[in-house]
């Protein structure tokens, strides 16, 4: 008997619809989010050429162009053969009511709510990532070594499976379990408690993501003095941003991709280079790349995500606390008796088509935030090695030059090289 949760189900009043009617919108989202975001990898893969665009002509090499044109290509095929088969799966999964199914064949193990909720949980973790399994080492071993990138070993691929494993049992099954005991407990103010913790937990992993997590898969040295280290100290310096903390990150552990990155807030920031980036990038650049990075501090972008992801999440959570005791929800997934677990299920699946337009709207934010920090390189340091690092970036990762604008639109959290390139130009 699920004691505290089925108290709260019999005054609850927001049983708007009936089961059969929740799991046709269920189904209606699956279906139309598939369809939606195959048309976008579609347009998209169509909106890549063969050849340099006349804008870059002169700027990319014909020979790393024609690559990344097939690198898109095989990406594309292998990314839909990939949700081809999770929609093929989830699908009747939803249709016939196997979740319900699995959920009673659990009650025979333990009718305790929050262990049944992990075990639930736990068992379509497990078989969701081994049906991906395949797939990501196919990625790894097979897709990124053609094209050059992959420099991970069977060893690191091992072992990095099974620290997520593990980071996902402790934290993921930590806090899960926090929020069944709520929800049992207080019953729906369940709702701004645990976004409370939830805040709270954003910001510590904010700030200590590259003391304690980021560890745990590379290793982190500090940038040793010299030329590169000096510049960026001066750099710092004249923009009255104080940088102690330098960091070279071994990314070349795994891949040849490179990238940079700043985390943390206040006395915890710390800048992060990939050591592929530093081979890739001439000191000039590095900088530049680096001055963008201090941009999007001196703009608060940092602080901005914080709020907005805050506020997020606490909508969210008001939505579920307004629909998670409805019973109606359990019953679509094809269960006889009510859970939390399914209900939370059922409801992140209704849930799914604000989170993309609320990502929509994160995206667009972060793609103005993206020629502030531009603007704020290119003001405060320089604009060509900024020019150059981008399309050095861009180029080396094989990125794609024209994206179509609707994928822009929807997916992208940067601004697409050209227009970057066109923005820092106009200055
Ligand atoms: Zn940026």
Partial sequence: MLRGFSLYLLPFTYQLMNATTILSIILGIIVLSQLFDWTLSWLNLRAHGKNVPPELEGQIDADKYARSYDYHHVNFRFGMLQSLLSFVVMLPLLAFGWLGWLDELLRNVTEQPVLLALMFFGVLFVVSDLTSLPFSWYHTFVIEEKFGFNKTTPKIFWLDKLKGYLLTIVVGGGVLSFLLWLVITLGPSFWWWFWLFIGGFILLVNLFYTSWILPLFNKLTPLEDGHL?????????????????????????????????????GKQKKVVLYDTLIE??????????????????????????????????????????????????????????????????????LYSPISTVLGILMNIVSRKNEFEADRYAAD?????????????????NLSNATPHPLYVFVNYSHPPLVQRLRALQKR
């Fill in 229 to 265: 280290r000096s510049a960026i100290e001066d750099y710092a310096k004249g923009v009255d941003f104080p940088l102690t903390n330098i960091m070279v990150l071994d990314g070349s552990k795994r891949s040849a991709k490179a990238n940079a990155f700043f985390s943390g807030i």
């Fill in 280 to 349: 890739q990038q001439s000191e000039q650049e590095l900088v530049a790349v680096l001055a963008h990075e201090v941009g999007h501090y001196k703009k608060k972008h940092i602080l901005q995500g914080l709020i907005l992801s805050l506020i997020q999440t606490g909508l969210m959570l008001f939505i579920l606390s307004r629909l998670l005791f409805s019973p109606a929800l359990s019953e679509a997934l094809g269960a006889e008796l009510s859970s939390i677990h399914l209900n939370l299920l059922a409801f992140g699946l």
């Fill in 380 to 396: 405060t340091y320089a604009s060509s090695p900024l020019q150059t690092a981008l399309l050095q970036l861009h180029t080396e």
